[in-house]
């Protein structure tokens, strides 16, 4: 069975950093592409980034380029997020997601990041 | 990146048919047969429904099925149930190697 579970979320300062993690299981991490999807209170999904299977492709939403930094380490079956000059903007509770045909095909139940002073 | 277009509710009655189209561009919907949809219950994670435009995962009903015509796509749902009651997105591949989702769409089941 697939499971992703996320962690790092909590609440920061604007101006700070967070680092979130993915820790995977059922499944082979290393073959597929995956991604971070956000979603801020009462609004709807936002891509954020993707990452392929080799961490040799990325990409990022506009909104978070230069500031977020996706990684991952295969070895250890976890997904990162850097993010990096936190904005109240970003306040959102955030999903990594493995890819398949090009979507989101297994979600984690997320973790929520505020930032607020 | 500028959102897909989806209506903000739709609604039917047990039994009835509801379609929930998502409008995108040249640059994504247009361009790939990349587009999927998503059921979010409140207080839920996504759950893909659909994905490559008419692809259902194991495990959806096929209650649920995936079209597209030029730069829109849509999600059709039959034979509504309750349970369907949830917020749908979509989602589409961009040429610029990123995604994008849909606004939303708050579906009632009357």
């Known amino acids: 069975e697939v499971q992703l579970v996320e962690s790092g979320g909590g609440l920061v300062q604007p101006g700070g950093s967070l680092r979130l993690s993915c820790a995977a299981s059922?499944?082979?991490?290393?073959?597929?592409?995956m991604h971070w999807v956000r979603q801020a209170p009462g609004k709807g999904l936002v891509w954020v980034s993707h990452?392929?299977?080799?961490?040799?492709?990325?990409s990022y939403a506009d909104s978070v380029k230069g500031r977020f930094t996706i990684s991952r380490d295969n070895a250890k079956n976890t997904l990162y997020l850097q993010m990096n000059s936190l904005r109240a903007e970003d306040t959102a509770m955030y999903y990594c997601?493995?890819?398949?045909?090009?979507?989101?095909?297994?979600w984690g139940q997320g973790t929520l990041v505020t930032v607020s002073s | 990146q500028s959102a897909l277009t989806q209506p903000p509710s739709v609604s039917g009655s047990p039994g009835q048919s509801v379609t929930i189209s998502c409008t995108g561009t040249s640059s994504d919907v247009g361009s790939y047969n990349r587009v999927s949809w998503y059921q979010q219950p409140p207080g839920t994670a996504p759950k893909v429904m659909i994905y490559?435009?008419?692809n259902r995962p194991s495990g959806v009903p096929d209650r649920f099925s995936g079209s597209k015509s030029g730069n829109t796509a849509s999600l059709t749902i039959s034979g509504l149930q309750a349970e369907d009651e949830a917020d749908y997105y979509c989602s589409s591949y961009t040429s610029s190697n990123t995604w994008v989702f849909g606004g939303g769409t708050k579906l009632t089941v009357l």
């Open positions: 490559e435009v008419t």
């Open positions: 997601a493995r890819d398949y045909g090009y979507s989101g095909y297994d």
């Open positions: 059922g499944f082979t991490f290393s073959s597929y592409w």
């Open positions: 990452i392929i299977g080799g961490g040799s492709r990325i």
